[in-house]
């Protein structure tokens, strides 16, 4: 018997969450009263873009449609993985995991793996063989490594990545070769086209998003006034600019508080917020749910 009340984002977002924890999708189907269908589409819309991604559908509570593809961002340099993240979506799911093993699981929920973007560390001694175990399990997708600048050219003799860039490279440099690695496998670009401002200003903001950032100060660095900046950022992001920075701030706050040792008080300092309260308030109006609730979850 399917639920007859309608599921908030939250509800399903409990539900998914059994699942990822390594339920059986007809168990936790069966017990929330859902079809498997709705809980595989759900899964899929979660790992996407969270719970905003199960904030659409029919008005029973029905399936979001979540991108196909995917390019999933490995590691822990979190702004750079966040900026892409918002660069590439919302056409391809774009997931952020802290590590290759967590990738992989939710790679699970991707038809198609377009390409994994791997911030790697010079002294990871597991880098290796995680790289071949990207290679055996997503064969069709595009990898790249970001890492020290110091050891980019050994890894780049190693073969294992099919583009090894510093971790000095630009989002844009990082979108290019993308394209470059992807644009073959699809009719459309992969990668949005930006222009040179947008470009400079989403470096800009990935560089300095935790301190206090104004459109002015912004567009006075690029060489632009604030308001042609705040015209050209819209019209192509799609959004404000100063909803843009906001957006960046709680995509790395959601990364740091994966991390139960990082307190609610740090997490907002680190990101550009006065306090915990204030990261609170813009967190829920966000995510639906305080991060309390989702470091929980």
């Not at 900026?83 to 056409?91: A, E, H, N, T, V």
């Not at 780049?156 to 844009?172: E, I, N, Q």
């Not at 799609?238 to 139960?260: F, H, M, N, Q, S």
């Not at 008080?265 to 749910?289: K, M, N, Y």
Request: aromatic letters at 6%.
């Amino acid at each position: 018997m399917k639920r007859p009340a309608r599921l908030s984002a939250r509800e399903k977002a409990e539900l998914v969450l059994r699942l990822l924890r390594g339920g059986r999708v007809h168990t936790v189907s069966r017990e929330g009263r859902v079809s498997p269908a709705d809980l595989t589409a759900w899964t899929r819309a979660f790992v996407a873009h969270g719970t905003r991604g199960l904030e659409t559908g029919d008005e029973r509570g029905g399936p979001t449609d979540p991108p196909d593809r995917g390019i999933l961002l490995l590691g822990f340099d979190f702004p750079l993985l966040a900026s892409l993240k918002l660069l590439l979506g919302p056409r391809y799911s774009t997931p952020i995991y802290p590590s290759i093993a967590n990738g992989l699981a939710g790679a699970a929920w991707h038809p198609e793996v377009l390409a994994c973007v791997v911030c790697g560390r010079a002294g990871d001694a597991g880098l290796a063989g995680s790289s071949d175990i990207l290679q055996r399990r997503l064969p069709e997708a595009a990898l790249l490594l970001v890492i020290d600048a110091a050891a980019a050219s050994d890894w780049s003799r190693h073969g294992r990545f099919d583009a090894v860039l510093p971790d000095t490279v630009t989002l844009k440099g990082i979108l290019d070769h993308l394209e470059a690695l992807t644009g073959s496998r699809t009719r459309d670009r992969v990668t949005p086209s930006l222009s040179r401002h947008v470009l400079q200003a989403v470096e800009q903001v990935r560089q300095s998003y935790a301190r206090p950032i104004t459109v002015s100060t912004l567009a006075h660095s690029i060489g632009l006034s604030g308001s042609h900046l705040a015209h050209v950022f819209s019209h192509e992001m799609g959004l404000p600019l100063k909803d843009y920075v906001t957006r960046l701030r709680i995509e790395v706050a959601k990364c740091l508080l994966a991390d139960p040792s990082n307190k609610l008080h740090r997490v907002a300092r680190l990101v550009g917020f006065t306090d915990a309260s204030h990261l609170s308030r813009i967190f829920r109006r966000r995510e639906q749910r305080r991060p309390g609730e989702f470091r929980t979850a």
